[in-house]
């Protein structure tokens, strides 16, 4: 596949990176990446990996947009209100790049599908507000040894950390164990959010996918980085696999058929 004379204009100010190249931009043309939710921190990774140039997004959303949700999922506008998510994203993301295939599912993501959605993805991109939904993530990414990156947000602060199963770095049942229900107090409904904190986490996201997607740089594996806007700190947080892991260690089982991952309604943040 050659790059047309658009593409190179295109993405000529990231094409014209020694990181990227003609080389890393045909990479990220023939990649796949899944972003469930395109809440807030899914609509900030959307619209960065399109504008990149991912050739395909999958796009995994059930819910439909309210007013409250727009001081910060910002794929989605005024009239988009009572619209779905997918749809309100599709347009925008197709408008913004038609070198991006947008693929739409238009469902919750549960044990049922959870492997049949991600088994094509190159990596995934886990942007929902629930504990139940980044442990199916989890359990189905280490299981099909899909890299994938999980960030949660929370009034000021938010926190990240990526897997890479196939190098056996520490997954996010490592480090929070087997909890698979949510705590209701830590909704950001309840709690609140600053807009753009899921907006520089999105970005972080889209960031990890890419670094992996062309070999370059660090990834965010065993640590999770802790960044809080109102101290404008970014902190590192040292993790470890655990040998006794359910999911990844030495004697891990397939989880995600077994496992009961209760609260799977809670919203897509
Ligand atoms: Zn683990």
Redesign the pocket.
């Known amino acids: 596949m050659d790059l047309t004379k658009d593409q190179i204009e295109r993405y000529s100010r990231q094409i014209v990176l020694k990181e990227v190249g003609g080389i890393g931009q045909k990479k990220l043309l023939s990649s796949k990446i899944t972003v469930i939710g395109l809440g807030a921190l899914g609509s900030s990774t959307a619209i960065y990996l399109t504008a990149a140039g991912v050739g395909a997004l999958q796009i995994i959303d059930f819910d439909t947009i309210e007013i409250s949700n727009l001081h910060r999922q910002i794929l989605h506008f005024t009239e988009d209100i009572n619209r779905k998510k997918t749809t309100s994203a599709t347009e925008k993301l197709n408008s913004l790049n038609p070198d991006c295939k947008i693929e739409v599912v238009n469902d919750r993501i549960t044990p049922k599908n959870s492997k049949k959605l991600l088994k094509n993805s190159d990596f995934v991109i886990e942007g929902s507000d629930n504990i139940p939904t980044k442990m199916l993530i989890n359990d189905t990414c ?1 299981s099909l040894r899909i890299p994938f990156t999980i960030a949660g947000v929370l009034r000021f602060h938010g926190q990240i950390m990526t897997v890479v199963p196939e190098n056996k770095t ?5 480090v929070f164990g087997d909890s698979t229900e949510g705590d209701s107090s830590m909704s950001c409904s309840q709690a609140g959010v600053i807009g753009f904190v899921p907006g520089v986490l999105g970005c972080l996201e889209a960031n990890e996918a890419l670094k992996y997607l062309l070999g370059i740089g660090e990834l965010l594996t065993n640590k999770i980085m802790y960044v809080d806007l109102l101290r404008n700190s970014f902190d590192f947080i040292e993790v470890h ?2 040998d006794n ?1 359910m ?3 030495d004697n891990a089982r397939d989880l995600v058929e077994s496992t009961n991952y209760g609260g799977l309604d809670a919203c897509n943040e």
Do not use: E, F, H, L
């Open positions: 280490v520490s997954c996010y049942r490592c696999r655990n892991c999911a990844c260690g």
